[in-house]
């Protein structure tokens, strides 16, 4: 995993608040679009697939979006990761999960074994209310199960096996600490707090409310892959923290560990 990225030069630092704002709001039409392109795709008559093939699901359907190996590779890569240092995919939390939650829908149905962690949870966060709903329906068509009504602790919900995906509109920083209390594991998107400021505050704030032993996965950047994603400096964050590489391939994110004390 380990791979020396190219280093920005200081005549390249004020250009990177900048790209990673355009490199968000890009993100963010761009994962709006496929959302509702295969929702949409779950609605539609026999008639309009291939008749050889009948009706696309989401899943299927999701074939066709042009990151969806690298989600795959990312979220395999971080559940591969969180295993290795004896974390327990039972309750998990996602920050920033946006209207395309495939990390979130992925770890929860690939990588969460239901007779290790019965009764486990994947609570997806965003402060976009829309991109939080839009979201919802695109994991419940997904899985082919209904979305059920709002309860104290998230706005919607669907059933998944023993399981729940759940989807609360929050921001990081005004999240309950009895809900970080409960996750064993809290996953912060990389476009969540876009600047190193921000995101020391809210990694600061989501330890200061966890519980002694679980992680805080949060994704980070280096080298020049800090012009599309903000950058989290481990020395920042007084816990213990593992500074953890990212596969070459991937147009992602790298990652940083820290454990809850």
Same mark, same amino acid.
């Given at each position: 995993?380990? /791979? &020396?990225?190219?280093?920005?030069r200081? &005549?390249?630092?004020?250009?990177?608040?900048?790209?990673v704002?355009?490199?968000?709001?890009?993100?963010?039409?761009?994962? *709006?679009?496929?959302?509702?392109?295969?929702?949409?795709?779950?609605?539609?008559?026999?008639?309009?697939?291939?008749?050889?093939y009948?009706?696309?699901?989401?899943?299927?359907?999701?074939?066709?979006?042009?990151?969806?190996?690298?989600?795959r590779?990312?979220?395999?890569l971080?559940?591969?990761?969180l295993?290795?240092?004896?974390?327990?995919?039972?309750?998990?939390?996602?920050?920033?999960?946006?209207?395309?939650?495939l990390?979130?829908?992925?770890?929860?149905?690939? /990588?969460?074994?239901? &007779?290790a962690?019965?009764?486990?949870?994947v609570?997806?966060?965003?402060?976009?209310? !829309? *991109?939080?709903?839009?979201?919802?329906?695109?994991?419940?068509?997904?899985?082919?199960?209904?979305?059920?009504?709002?309860?104290?602790?998230?706005?919607?919900? @669907?059933?998944?096996?023993?399981g729940?995906? *759940?989807?609360?509109?929050?921001?990081? #920083?005004?999240?309950?600490p009895?809900?970080?209390?409960?996750?064993? $594991?809290v @996953?912060?998107a *990389?476009?969540?707090?876009?600047?190193?400021e921000?995101?020391?505050?809210?990694?600061m704030?989501?330890?200061? /409310?966890m519980?002694?032993?679980?992680?805080?996965l949060?994704?980070? !950047?280096?080298?020049?892959?800090?012009?599309?994603y903000?950058?989290?400096p /481990?020395?920042?964050?007084?816990?213990?923290a593992?500074?953890?590489?990212?596969?070459?391939?991937? $147009?992602?994110?790298?990652?940083l #560990?820290?454990?809850?004390?």
């Open positions: 995993l380990g /791979h &020396s990225f190219p280093t920005r200081s &005549s390249d630092l004020a250009l990177g608040p900048d790209l704002r355009l490199c968000s709001d890009a993100e963010g039409r761009l994962e *709006a679009h496929w959302s509702q392109r295969l929702v949409d795709s779950a609605a539609l008559p026999l008639r309009s697939w291939f008749p050889i009948g009706r696309k699901s989401p899943l299927v359907a999701l074939d066709a979006f042009p990151y969806l190996q690298n989600y590779a990312l979220v395999r971080e559940a591969g990761l295993q290795a240092v004896g974390a327990a995919l039972q309750h998990v939390i996602f920050i920033g999960s946006g209207p395309l939650p990390s979130s829908l992925l770890i929860g149905r690939d /990588h969460i074994e239901p &007779s962690a019965p009764g486990w949870s609570t997806s966060v965003d402060s976009d209310v !829309a *991109a939080l709903e839009a979201g919802a329906n695109l994991v419940a068509a997904a899985l082919s199960s209904p979305l059920l009504p709002a309860t104290k602790t998230s706005s919607l919900s @669907c059933r998944h096996r023993s729940t995906f *759940a989807f609360l509109p929050d921001s990081a #920083l005004s999240l309950s009895t809900l970080l209390a409960k996750a064993s $594991v @996953c912060l *990389a476009l969540v707090g876009l600047t190193i921000s995101k020391v505050d809210i990694a704030y989501l330890i200061s /409310h519980k002694p032993g679980p992680f805080l949060a994704r980070s !950047a280096d080298g020049l892959r800090s012009f599309a903000p950058v989290v /481990h020395d920042a964050i007084v816990t213990r593992r500074e953890l590489g990212t596969p070459v391939e991937l $147009v992602s994110p790298s990652h #560990l820290i454990e809850a004390y």
